[in-house]
Structures are given as structure tokens and as C-alpha cells.
């Protein structure tokens, strides 16, 4: 299984800081998913909660599908 080079780290951080803002999603080149999140402010709430529960456990992947595994 190949692991994508983004850090952990970083998009946990991103995530928690400024996920209402969509910069985690940006990060990872999701860019459409970025727009829609930042629109919304962060689903809400929810997306932005969910998004840095996954990326704090490592579920997150980047644009190409490859997990985000390395701190």
C-alpha cells in the first residue's frame, strides 16, 4: 500500500486550526471539496469535526488516494 507524502502532522494541525476554513482540504489538493467546505464553513461544524477526527487517526488521503499515514 503505497502512503502519500503529505504529513500527518500537518494536516491535523491544519485540520484543528483552520478547518472551517477549508486549508486542510486545500492542503491535500481537494480543491473542489475545499470550495464546498469553505462555503458551508466547515459543513457547519460537522465536517470540520469530522475531518480532523480522521486525520488525527490517520484515515485521511490525499487527491491521488493514497493514505496519510506519516507524522
Same mark, same amino acid.
Given at each position: ?23 486542510? @482540504? ?10 464546498? #467546505? ?21 484515515? @485521511? #488521503?490525499? #487527491?491521488?488516494?493514497?493514505?496519510? #499515514?506519516?507524522?
Amino acid at each position: 500500500m503505497e502512503v502519500s507524502p503529505k504529513s500527518r502532522l500537518a494536516t491535523t494541525l491544519l485540520a484543528w486550526v483552520l478547518g472551517g476554513l477549508a486549508v486542510d @482540504r486545500f492542503y491535500l489538493g481537494q480543491i473542489g471539496t475545499g470550495i464546498l #467546505k469553505l462555503i458551508t464553513g466547515g459543513g457547519f461544524g460537522i465536517w470540520w469535526l469530522i475531518d480532523f477526527i480522521m486525520a488525527a487517526c490517520g484515515s @485521511r #488521503k490525499d #487527491k491521488h488516494g493514497l493514505s496519510i #499515514k506519516n507524522w
